[in-house]
């Protein structure tokens, strides 16, 4: 069974950083990709990166990719966001989600078909 829990959230005023955490279990194929996902009040989710399980190859969206940056830890099937200069607007349930693939190298969307609970992320002061 598949399974991906996320933590790191909280309260954190504009400015701060977090780094959330995600760990992956029972996905037992290579080549796979994990993107996180955030989903603020009365909004549509949308995508904020995708990395390659593979050759570890990023993508972050435009709107965060001065602020945000993900990497992974493969040895601890972790990937992780890390997220500075944090703005109300980021206050957000941020999901990761596994992307199945296959995915061989390069940079690119996340398509996932597994997805996290979720952790909140609150900016404010």
């Known amino acids: 069974q598949v399974e991906l829990v996320e933590s790191g959230g909280g309260l954190v005023q504009p400015g701060g950083s977090l780094t959330l955490s995600c760990v992956v279990s029972g996905f037992n194929l290579d080549y796979y990709a994990v993107g996180w996902f955030r989903q603020a009040p009365g909004k549509e989710r949308e995508g904020v990166s995708c990395?390659?399980?593979?050759?570890?190859?990023?993508y972050v969206e435009n709107s965060v990719k001065d602020r945000f940056t993900v990497s992974r830890d493969n040895a601890k099937n972790t990937v992780y966001l890390q997220m500075n200069n944090l703005k109300p607007e980021d206050t957000s349930v941020y999901y990761c989600?596994?992307?199945?693939?296959?995915?061989?190298?390069?940079?690119?969307?996340?398509?996932?078909?597994?997805w996290g609970q979720g952790t909140q992320v609150t900016v404010s002061s």
């Open positions: 989600a596994l992307d199945p693939g296959p995915y061989y190298s390069g940079s690119h969307h996340c398509f996932p078909t597994y």
């Open positions: 990395i390659n399980s593979n050759d570890g190859s990023t």
